[in-house]
């Protein structure tokens, strides 16, 4: 199934996710939605956050349990009712977390039962397939397969930006990670609704990871119909 994930990142409050459920679970009843709809908000919305779609956690922690304050278990994601956690998003990565530990955080997110949606993504001025491709072997945990785990290309330059790989590219980038991993590959980086039928339509595209324009239920709205 095409996937379509909005992830809030650092945003919204109790009235917006009430507000914005509403409004999305009433969309996706009325027009008949067949991608599969994910909301990825920031984890005390999680109670909040419910509607006729799926819901997952930012990120995780790689242990069970423990004194580990501030972090929130991939067991409590699935306990809140999530099916998919984040793990590795760029913006984690800048803060300092390793393929490693991105690894652990998904192996973690697989014995709880949750779906590990894994990050990877070159920066301005790196090259493509060395830094996508090392990132794609450490990241990747020995519990990984097709039926748990989606890989999200998101070169971190298109993230926040406007500017996004021209399609082809996308198309050739998704192609590579695709045969390299045998997952499902999502794009993600300035998806909007002014480009979303072209990438989601594009070949290799498996679904999307929307950032700001998400946070915009009318443009989110643009975004889950220009799928074809
Ligand atoms: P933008 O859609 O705001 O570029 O963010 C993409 C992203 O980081 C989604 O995880």
Not at 37 to 66: D, M
Not at 73 to 94: F, I, P, T, V
Not at 128 to 148: E, R
Request: charge should be negative.
């Amino acid at each position: 199934m095409f996937i379509i994930a909005a992830n809030w990142k650092m945003n919204g409050n109790v009235n917006f996710a009430q507000t914005y459920c509403a409004e999305l679970d009433k969309f996706i009843n009325e027009q008949g939605v067949k991608s599969e709809i994910i909301v990825l908000p920031s984890a005390p919305l999680l109670t909040v956050v419910k509607g006729n779609f799926k819901i997952g956690g930012q990120n995780c922690h790689y242990e069970k349990s423990g004194a580990f304050t501030g972090e929130i278990s991939a067991e409590l994601l699935k306990n809140l009712g999530c099916d998919y956690a984040l793990c590795g998003h760029s913006e984690r990565r800048q803060m300092g977390e390793s393929s490693e530990l991105i690894a652990a955080k998904a192996e973690a997110s697989h014995n709880a039962g949750l779906k590990a949606i894994i990050c990877i993504g070159e920066n301005d001025g790196e090259d493509f397939a060395k830094t996508v491709f090392a990132q794609l072997d450490k990241s990747l945990p020995f519990t990984a397969t097709a039926a748990n785990t989606i890989i999200a290309y998101e070169p971190v330059w298109a993230i926040g930006t406007g500017r996004t790989p021209s399609t082809k590219d996308i198309e050739e980038r998704h192609a590579e990670i695709k045969t390299k991993s045998g997952f499902k590959v999502i794009y993600g980086g300035s998806v909007k609704p002014e480009n979303a039928a072209e990438i989601s339509n594009a070949a290799n595209v498996d679904g999307l990871l929307v950032g700001g324009a998400s946070l915009d239920i009318e443009q989110f709205k643009k975004i889950i119909t220009a799928r074809k």
